[in-house]
């Protein structure tokens, strides 16, 4: 499975970006993770295959609302009240084991896309 992420841009602090990402088959669990200059990457939202159950980081919740369209094989992450320590690049993975919940490990998922950058300016 291949994944292409897209919509990463400049935003300014208080605004709203929608990130894509297009799977080029069928995938379960999905998620976003994000990796600052530096830092480790970290898991941002993720949300299994019939698209029922969500997982967000608290640092997120209430701003960000991921979503999939499975006939379009492709996951959202709708990002609003953007703050400067959003600034990341985003990667989107999916996960090829079915789960009841969506997992937050890193190392559970098997493919990974090429990563988008989202800047947040003050």
């Known amino acids: 499975v291949q994944l292409q992420a897209s919509g990463g841009g400049l935003a300014q602090a208080g605004g709203s970006l929608r990130l894509s990402c297009a799977a080029s088959?069928?995938?379960?669990?999905m998620g976003w993770f994000r990796q600052a200059p530096g830092k480790e990457r970290d898991f941002v939202a993720a949300?299994?295959?019939?698209?029922?159950?969500?997982k967000y980081v608290d640092s997120v919740k209430g701003r960000f609302a991921i979503s999939r369209e499975n006939a379009k094989n492709t996951v959202y992450l709708q990002m609003n009240s953007l703050k400067p320590e959003d600034t990341a690049v985003y990667y989107c993975a999916a996960d090829s084991s079915i789960r009841y919940l969506p997992t937050t490990d890193v190392y559970e998922y098997d493919y990974w896309g090429q990563g988008t950058l989202v800047t947040v300016s003050s």
């Open positions: 949300i299994t295959m019939s698209g029922g159950r969500t």
């Open positions: 088959g069928r995938t379960s669990t």
